[in-house]
């Protein structure tokens, strides 16, 4: 199967079944934004300055606390750095899951300092530490809101056969046992600092869920909290489906889908998951583009000054030589 997709008309069913993919997912969601009414959602969209600032402050979240994890692992400039890390985003979102860790490697392998098996082993480690402190919080998250009684899961996908959720709770014990026996064969640094990057992306997680639900909030004040609670869960959940195309339409439509059920209104809540996704696509192309030119810019302005400092020391030798033979 991967020679097979590895081959030319591997790749070209893959694209064909990945463009299938995100037009049904666009579709599906088109219809569910037109059955609540295309007019009532654009007349809903957010008005409050604060839904924009949390917006934004969401969006650099990620970037800004792996600029502190990965400027310590490898005494990267600060600048570039976050540059990349912002192109990582984009890639991760706009591309395919795990993407941007491919490309955050390949520039660190290029650091000073900084050989294959160390760019490879920070990546690797932050990532891992990444997916057990969001699988972490998910699961205290829900269990919660459940038990606060917050989530109204069972109006949703009706009540639920007790076998599953034994065969779900074991499934999830097992891999952490695994995970367990075999860390360190799985993880490049020690315990210690696994622990850090694990402490620092719960901290991160805590922090994004919170803005999360104050974004909604300050559109929706009246809404009761087990609303943003309910779409919160649903959200996380579907968001964490790895290597899904247009990852964040499926969710929106995921969402969308859940809210015929609570006690808010839908066009105001497609209103302001349809204006999230607009600017963060538009932060997306704008960013990526922007921060590419600059590090474009610069590694043309450095091979220039690398190049204008060869002549002058070519020049400089030849005018000594020059003065030698005159002496």
Same mark, same amino acid.
Not at 174 to 203: E, M, P, Q
């Given at each position: ?33 037109? =059955? ?27 970037? =800004? ?26 890639? /991760? /979102? ?30 690797? +480690? /932050?990532? $891992? &530490? ?24 069972? +109006? ?16 999830? &014990? ?21 622990? $850090? ?41 579907? /968001?964490? $489906? ?11 439509? #995921? ?22 996704? #607009? ?5 997306? #192309?704008?960013?990526? &583009? ?13 091979? +220039? ?7 002058? =020391? ?14």
């Amino acid at each position: 199967m991967q020679l097979y997709a590895s081959s030319p008309r591997g790749r070209t069913v893959v694209r064909a079944l990945r463009l299938i993919l995100v037009v049904g997912i666009l579709a599906v969601l088109v219809l569910q934004v037109g =059955s609540i009414g295309w007019r009532s959602v654009l007349t809903s969209l957010p008005t409050t300055p604060w839904f924009y600032v949390l917006v934004l402050t969401m969006y650099f979240l990620l970037p =800004s606390f792996e600029l502190g994890i990965y400027r310590r692992m490898w005494r990267a400039p600060l600048a570039p750095l976050l540059r990349v890390l912002i192109r990582k985003r984009v890639l /991760n /979102n706009e591309v395919v899951g795990y993407s941007g860790e491919v490309y955050l490697y390949s520039w660190g392998r290029k650091l000073a300092g900084v050989d294959d098996a160390k760019s490879f082993a920070a990546v690797k +480690d /932050n990532a $891992i &530490a990444s997916s057990l402190a969001s699988n972490t919080i998910l699961v205290i998250l829900v269990t919660g809101f459940v038990l606060a009684g917050k989530v109204v899961l069972v +109006d949703v996908i009706g009540p639920q056969n007790p076998i599953a959720i034994v065969v779900a709770i074991a499934g999830v &014990a097992i891999l952490a046992a695994t995970f367990v026996r075999f860390r360190r064969s799985i993880l490049s640094h020690s315990a210690r600092v696994v622990g $850090i990057l694990f402490g620092v992306h719960c901290l991160r997680f805590v922090v994004m869920y919170g803005l999360q639900i104050l974004q909604w909030w300050v559109v929706l004040p009246d809404a009761p909290l087990s609303v943003w609670a309910t779409m919160l869960v649903v959200g996380t959940l579907t /968001n964490r $489906i790895p290597f899904l195309p247009a990852r964040d339409m499926f969710t929106i439509g #995921a969402m969308l889908g859940v809210s015929g059920f609570l006690d808010a209104s839908q066009a105001v809540v497609a209103g302001m998951l349809v204006t999230k996704s #607009a600017i963060d696509k538009t932060l997306n #192309a704008g960013l990526f &583009a922007t921060t590419a030119w600059i590090d474009r810019r610069g590694s043309v302005e450095a091979e +220039d000054l690398t190049t204008a400092a060869d002549e002058f =020391s070519a020049i400089e030798a030849e005018e000594s030589e020059t003065a030698k033979m005159y002496t």
